[in-house]
């Protein structure tokens, strides 16, 4: 099956500082990526969708300066949380999509616990 | 955009015990999965389901999508199954990102 890999899955780091997220398809090539947040006992919430080769469309309210987003190949997309604030601290997972056909199928990586202090 | 509504918010069984969750929306769709969230954060994919019937093990879906909702069957539950369930779809009009309902935490014991 398609695999969905995110380095690191756990990260800590002071205010102020900036953190990047990997998001590698292992198996398979992905033209669109997806970042989610989730807070404690929530549902996804997606933050943007990643396109190689062009911007990423980000949700309505998701700062895209705040969250940088790059996918630069067909199997590596990245978020850079810029300036990061303790508000920031969640859990990111990001998501490929796998097409068939009409069939669209999106498979997740383990995620990426973020702690700013 | 399209409603997803998920039922019920949680669940506690005893092992072996069978269970039903269901997933309701507000629009016909193009595409439905269901996903299983382990207590470590890591989605699982368990069916993708816009409409039939499916079976893998003791689980099964069935999506009844003139009637909007879709099914969840777990049978012979095992302490593994515990974790969060999670129905994604994207409407017939979407714009290709899945919208999630807000789960259904399922709980165990042995």
């Known amino acids: 099956g398609a695999v969905v890999s995110q380095h690191p899955s756990w990260v800590i780091c002071k205010s102020g500082t900036s953190v990047k997220i990997e998001c590698r398809s292992l198996?398979?090539?992905?033209?669109?990526m997806f970042w989610y947040r989730q807070f404690p006992k929530q549902s996804l919430m997606l933050m943007a969708t990643?396109?190689?080769?062009?911007?990423?469309?980000?949700e309505q309210g998701v700062e895209k300066d705040k969250f940088l987003i790059n996918h630069a190949s067909l199997t590596l997309s990245t978020l850079t949380v810029t300036s990061a604030h303790p508000e920031d601290s969640s859990f990111y997972i990001c998501?490929?999509?796998?097409?068939?056909?009409?069939?669209?199928?999106?498979?997740f990586g383990p995620g990426t616990r973020l702690l700013v202090l | 955009g399209i409603q997803v509504e998920q039922s019920p918010p949680d669940l506690i069984l005893q092992e072996g015990a069978n269970s039903t969750l269901r997933c309701n929306f507000s629009?016909?769709?193009?595409?439905l999965q269901w996903f299983h969230q382990n207590p470590w954060g890591q989605l699982i994919n368990l069916f993708y389901?816009?409409?039939g019937t499916k079976q893998n093990g003791r689980l099964s879906a069935t999506t009844v999508a003139t009637e909007r909702y879709s099914l969840l069957y777990i049978s012979s539950s095992q302490t593994t199954d515990s974790g969060v369930y999670f129905c994604?779809?994207?409407?017939?009009?979407?714009?290709?990102?899945?919208?999630f309902g807000t789960g259904t935490r399922l709980t165990i014991i042995p």
């Open positions: 998501s490929a999509r796998v097409s068939v056909g009409l069939r669209k199928t999106q498979y």
């Open positions: 198996d398979f090539q992905a033209t669109t």
């Open positions: 990643s396109n190689e080769g062009s911007k990423a469309t980000y």
């Open positions: 629009d016909s769709v193009n595409n």
């Open positions: 389901i816009p409409s």
């Open positions: 994604g779809l994207e409407g017939n009009f979407g714009n290709e990102k899945l919208t």
